[in-house]
C-alpha cells in the first residue's frame, strides 16, 4: 500500500525524500500503512485514519518532512492533517463477508483465521501502562494488572538447558530494545517458556515502572483482532497493541495459518521494531519449523536472537524438584529426589505432577515420603520402566528427535547425525524390546549383526562415561549428555503405548 499516487512525479519525490530521512522500515509503516499524501497550493495535506496516528507523525516526523520539501520543492511547506477512517478501511476476506440479509450495521464477520461459526471470546491480555501516551488502555478492554502474571525469574530454576534463555532474558528485561530484538524463546511443551517470559515482564516492570508493556498468547491477540475487525474498532486495537516499549507474545505458533491475523502482527511488529522497541515471543518450535507461516514473518523472527530451551538434565531436574517440594511444604529425601528425577525426563510439568501426587499421598495418609511411598503415589512408573517396546516406537521417537525420516535409519548413509541417529535407535531396540543382534539388523536394513553389535557397544560406552553427542539438527548443531539422551527417547518410546 503506497501513500502517494502512482502517477504523481513531484510527491512521489518528496515521499522518497521524506522516507530517506526517517529511514525506509518507519516510512513503510508510518506513513505507506497510514497515510495518503497529497500536495495542495497552500500546503501538504495528509490524511490519516485517525488522531493517534496525527499526532504520531506531528511530533515525530514534522522536521523530516519540512526538509524534504524544502529539497525537492525548494520552500518551506505548511503541513496539515485531515482524519479521513474510510480511506484505510482493511478488506475483509471473500469468506469473511456479511451475510447480504445481514442488518446494515451489523457487525463484520470473523475472517478465515476462525473456524466457521466459531463465536469470539474476549482475549484478557496483560498489559501495563505509564501516564505518557493516549487515554489508558485499561478504560477501553478490561485489561488485567501486573498480578495476573503468576511467574517470576526469582523461582525460574536455571540449568545448561536454559541458562542462554535465562540470560537473555533478563538482559531484554534491563536493556529492551537495545541488542536482541527480537528475542524470540522456543522449546517443547512445559520446559518454562510462559515462566520465563512472565518472570521477564516482572522484572521489565521493576526497572522501568514508567514504560509501557503488555503481555498476551497468540490466541488472546487474535481474538482481539478479529473482535475489532468486527466491531470497526481496528484503530482501537492498533493504538493498544503498537505504542507500547515492550510486546511479549506467547504461543505465538497459534497465529500459523491464520493469514489476516499474521499480516496484522506484521504490521504490529513492524511498527514497535522501527521505533526501537522490544518485541519477545515464545513458541513450541522453532520459527522455521512452524507450518503455515509467512516467510516475511519467519524472516523478521530469525533477524534478532533466537535461543532453544531444552530438557533439564538430571541435575537439573533435581534442583526443580526441590523447589517444587519446598513450595508445597513437603518434605522429600534425596533418595526419593533422585528416584524421581530418573524416571520422569520430559518436561517441568510432569516433574510438577510427580511432586503433586506424592504430596498429596504424605497428606492424606500420614506416611513418611519414602520411596516406597513414592512408587505407590506414582503408580506404574516402574512396571513400565520393565515393559517390552515396540522396535517401531523407538525408531519412531529416534526420527522425530534428530529430524530424520524413517528411511534415513534404513539407508546406508553415513553423515554424522544418521549415523549416531542409527546407533541410538539399535541401541534402544536392544534393551528395550529384547531382540537379538541379528533381529535388529534385520529390522534396521538388513544390516549384519556385527555392525550392530559395533553400534551398540559404541554407544553403551558414551553412556557408561557420560559423553557429550554431538550431532547438527535442521536448526544448528545440537549437544546431549548420552545419558541423558538415552534416557529421554526410551521415555517417549514408551509414552508412545
Known amino acids: 500500500m503506497s501513500c502517494v499516487s502512482a502517477n504523481d512525479l513531484q510527491l512521489a519525490r518528496l515521499a522518497d525524500a521524506i522516507a530517506q530521512r526517517v529511514g525506509q522500515q518507519r516510512f513503510h509503516v508510518w506513513f505507506n500503512n497510514s497515510t495518503r499524501l497529497d500536495l495542495r497550493q497552500d500546503g501538504l495535506e495528509i490524511a490519516v485514519p485517525n488522531d493517534f496516528i496525527s499526532e504520531w507523525i506531528g511530533r515525530n516526523f514534522t522536521r523530516p518532512i519540512q526538509e524534504a520539501a524544502t529539497e525537492v520543492l525548494g520552500c518551506d511547506l505548511p503541513v496539515r492533517f485531515s482524519v479521513v477512517p474510510e480511506l484505510f478501511e482493511i478488506a475483509v476476506p471473500a469468506d469473511a463477508r456479511p451475510d447480504k440479509t445481514s442488518a446494515p450495521h451489523a457487525p463484520r464477520a470473523v ?6 461459526g466459531a463465536a469470539i471470546s474476549r482475549a484478557v491480555p496483560i498489559v501495563g501502562e505509564s501516564g505518557r501516551g493516549p487515554a489508558p488502555l485499561a478504560a477501553t478492554a478490561g485489561f488485567s494488572s501486573p498480578s495476573r502474571l503468576r511467574h517470576r525469574v526469582e523461582t525460574f530454576i536455571v540449568g545448561c538447558g536454559n541458562q542462554l534463555a535465562y540470560n537473555t532474558a533478563l538482559y531484554v528485561s534491563e536493556f529492551p530494545g537495545a541488542q536482541y530484538n527480537p528475542l524470540f524463546i522456543h522449546g517443547s511443551c512445559g520446559l518454562g517458556k510462559t515462566h520465563l517470559l512472565q ?42 497493541v503498537r505504542d507500547l516499549d515492550l510486546l511479549v507474545i506467547d504461543d505465538v505458533h497459534f497465529l500459523a495459518g491464520k493469514k489476516a491475523t499474521q499480516e496484522e502482527f506484521l504490521h504490529t511488529f513492524n511498527a514497535i521494531e522501527a521505533l526501537g522497541r522490544q518485541v519477545v515471543m515464545a513458541s513450541d518450535d522453532h520459527p522455521k519449523l512452524i507450518e503455515e507461516f509467512g516467510e516475511s514473518l519467519v524472516n523478521r523472527f530469525v533477524s534478532g536472537m533466537v535461543v532453544r530451551i531444552d530438557p533439564p538434565n538430571y541435575a537439573t531436574r533435581c534442583q526443580i524438584l526441590h523447589a517444587m517440594a519446598h513450595r508445597m511444604n513437603v518434605r522429600l529425601s534425596e533418595e526419593v529426589i533422585a528416584w524421581v528425577a530418573r ?23 500420614g506416611c513418611e515420603a519414602d520411596v516406597a511411598m513414592a512408587q505407590h503415589a506414582l503408580g506404574d512408573l516402574d512396571r513400565q520402566l520393565v515393559a517390552p517396546v515396540p522396535p517401531e516406537n523407538v525408531m519412531q521417537s529416534v526420527c522425530d528427535y534428530f529430524g530424520l525420516e524413517h528411511k534415513d535409519l534404513m539407508s546406508g548413509r553415513r553423515q554424522r547425525t544418521i549415523s549416531l541417529a542409527r546407533s541410538v535407535a539399535m541401541f534402544l531396540v536392544r534393551k528395550t524390546a529384547k531382540l537379538s543382534f541379528p533381529e535388529i539388523g534385520v529390522r534396521m536394513g538388513k544390516r ?9 557397544r559404541r554407544i553403551e560406552r558414551a553412556v557408561v562415561r557420560n559423553e557429550p553427542l554431538v550431532w547438527t539438527s535442521s536448526v544448528g548443531e545440537r549437544q546431549e549428555e548420552a545419558s541423558e539422551l538415552l534416557q529421554r527417547l526410551e521415555e517417549q518410546s514408551r509414552a508412545r503405548g
Open 343 to 365: 524416571r520422569v525426563t520430559q518436561n517441568v510439568r510432569e516433574l510438577e505432577g510427580a511432586i503433586t501426587c506424592i504430596a498429596a499421598e504424605v497428606r492424606l495418609t
Open 448 to 456: 549384519n549383526h556385527s555392525t550392530v553389535i559395533s553400534a551398540c
Open 199 to 240: 518472570g521477564l515482564c516482572h522484572r521489565f516492570i521493576a526497572n522501568h515502572p514508567t514504560k509501557r508493556w503488555m503481555y498476551l498468547t497468540g490466541e488472546e491477540f487474535t481474538n482481539e483482532f478479529l473482535t475489532a475487525l468486527r466491531t470497526n474498532k481496528l484503530d482501537v486495537f492498533r493504538r493498544r
Open 111 to 116: 475472517p478465515a483465521d476462525a473456524a466457521p
